[in-house]
């Protein structure tokens, strides 16, 4: 059984700073792609960024500079660092693993979710 299990999210000023984890049960991080999304209200789930097989790297344009994505194998954890947090960055995050470890810029290549975790940057 695959579980995913997100925590981190909460309320932070613009500027700030957010760690999210994602515990993974079930599958091994360093042989599948895992991903973040965010989710806006009545908007689709987007792109944040992933970390493949192969550790290669992607980022949204969005998020490039800001946001650090990194995996640590021995906890089986994918964890996404935020740092200078904007209010439009105000969203449900998402982890997502994808067995194939593609391109996994898309919601359609992710096999597994976990449950999302809000975050909320104030003004």
């Known amino acids: 059984q695959v579980q995913l299990v997100e925590s981190g999210g909460g309320l932070v000023q613009a500027g700030g700073s957010l760690r999210l984890s994602c515990v993974v049960s079930?599958?091994?991080?360093?042989?599948?792609?895992m991903g973040w999304f965010r989710q806006f209200p009545g908007k689709e789930r987007e792109f944040v960024a992933v970390?493949?097989?192969?550790?290669?790297?992607t980022y949204a344009d969005s998020v490039k500079g800001r946001f650090t994505i990194s995996r640590d194998n021995a906890k089986n954890t994918v964890d996404l660092q935020m740092n200078s947090l904007m209010p439009e960055d105000t969203a449900v995050y998402f982890c997502?693993?994808?067995?194939?470890?593609?391109?996994?810029?898309?919601?359609?290549?992710?096999?597994?979710w976990g449950q999302g975790t809000q975050v909320t940057v104030s003004s």
């Open positions: 079930g599958r091994t991080v360093s042989r599948v792609a």
């Open positions: 970390i493949r097989r192969s550790g290669s790297i």
């Open positions: 997502g693993l994808d067995e194939m470890s593609g391109t996994s810029r898309v919601r359609m290549d992710y096999d597994y």
